[in-house]
């Protein structure tokens, strides 16, 4: 049989103004190819105006296994938020 | 389009061999998903759970993939132009449905090729409905109607189904597909008020459709044995009775109205459920289209190979070309 066509991930900026989000993936065994049909699957009701395709063994995500270490220290961090502050009433503009 | 998930005989014929899974892993796992929170590709997952996902996504993609087969056959005959335009639009919507659920399976771990591979083989299963012919014009809107309403009935409680790529999938569908049914009902709604030969027409495809339509939601809950498991793990948010009885209610006053009869004798209004008592759809004749032996069965699997066949030449010519533009750009 022959090579499977080589996996992309898709990314559609909905609106100049919007960043480009993750939608999914297609099968093409080029960039170009990619993009056409990204197009094609992604965007046959003006979903879109800019397309990424990336191929999907270029991303490295963060293990799972992880998030509590990398994600839970923020939970105990409130006095990054403003809300942590204490401002008298009388005070305007803060 | 939608199959529920069917079990293969491959599956049952075999003693499946035990995983044996960390008790603590399984405990937790179970917990988040009764705590509807959605599972991701890379999160930890019993191995039952990753294989019944796998088997239903790629059934369902077979599914929209095979789906375009019986509609694509009146693409040349739509009546006008305005109709071809609104059944290639549609046809093309079920190969992105495909794809979509393709790519959501492949995040299990499965490649495109192993499914595809499956379909062409036999091996894998698709919904019933598509081994029946499309005989007439009148079966492009009774089908848009009925069998896209039957999906989704059945697709909108899995857009909160407990795998996050699924899930995602299943919103984009939902979207398109109620493009799918109302095009269909509008089409019989023409030939209901058309010639009393096109009316007739639009009730012969009622005739052939309805029954096939309800067994889209599987076999009775009693005799569907991975239900229960797959509601527990949220795969699964309704049973497919719960689900049949919701169709049958909302589908007849939308026959009425088209002056249109439902071919069953059993069904009447119930006051006292407030819903229809409706007749039990032939199950034999379900199972048996299951295996492998509705009328368009060989069909559809024959049309399949000769296009996956005959798009070898344009895959391979698409790396030579992609490999020696690479090795242009290493020199």
């Known amino acids: 049989m022959s090579r499977e066509l080589p996996l992309w991930e898709v990314f559609v900026r909905a609106k100049n103004g919007l960043s480009h989000r993750h939608v999914g993936s297609v099968h093409a065994a080029d960039a170009r190819m990619a993009i056409e049909g990204a197009r094609d699957v992604y965007t046959r009701r003006l979903e879109g105006v800019s397309l990424w395709v990336v191929p999907s063994d270029a991303i490295t995500a963060s293990d799972p296994g992880e998030a509590a270490s990398l994600f839970e220290p923020a939970e105990d961090k409130v006095y990054r938020h403003p809300t942590f502050y204490v401002v008298p009433d009388n005070i305007k503009h803060i | 389009m939608y199959v ?160 996050g790529p699924y899930a995602r999938a299943m919103v984009r569908v939902c979207k398109e597909e109620s493009f799918h049914q109302r095009q269909g009902y509008e089409a019989v709604m023409v030939l209901a008020a058309g010639t009393p030969e096109q009316k007739a027409m639009a009730q012969d495809a009622l005739d052939r459709w309805w029954w096939p339509s309800l067994m889209m939601f599987g076999p009775p809950d009693d005799q569907s044995p991975n239900s229960a498991q797959s509601m527990r793990w949220r795969i699964k948010r309704d049973t497919n009775d719960e689900l049949r009885q919701k169709f049958v209610d909302i589908t007849v006053p939308q026959a009425e109205a088209l002056g249109l009869k439902i071919p069953d004798p059993d069904l009447r209004w119930n006051e006292e459920k407030g819903g229809y008592d409706f007749g039990t759809p032939d199950w034999d004749e379900f199972f048996a289209v299951v295996s492998g032996e509705g009328p368009m069965a060989h069909e559809r699997l024959t049309a399949r190979r000769e296009a996956w066949d005959n798009g070898a030449w344009v895959r391979d010519a698409a790396m030579a070309h992609a490999d020696k533009r690479t090795a242009r750009v290493a020199a």
Request: net charge neutral.
């Open chain 2, 4 to 163: 529920q998930e069917v079990k293969t005989a491959s599956l049952g014929d075999r003693p499946v061999p035990v995983v044996v899974e960390d008790p603590a892993r399984l405990a937790a796992f179970e917990a988040r998903v009764a705590a509807d929170e959605f599972v991701e590709p890379k999160d930890w997952m019993p191995e039952a759970y990753r294989k019944t996902l796998i088997r239903q996504i790629s059934q369902h993609a077979h599914s929209e993939i095979v789906g375009m087969l019986p509609e694509g056959n009146w693409i040349g005959r739509a009546p006008t132009l305005r109709r071809k335009a609104i059944l290639l639009a549609k046809v093309q919507d079920e190969a992105g449905h495909g794809l979509y659920l393709y790519c959501a399976a492949e995040t299990l771990g499965v490649s495109r090729d192993q499914m595809t591979q499956a379909l062409l083989a036999g091996k894998a299963k698709y919904s019933t409905i598509f081994n029946y012919p499309t005989l007439t014009w009148a079966d492009m809107g009774t089908i848009g109607w009925l069998v896209d309403g039957a999906a989704i009935m059945n697709q909108v409680p899995l857009q909160r189904t407990s795998y």
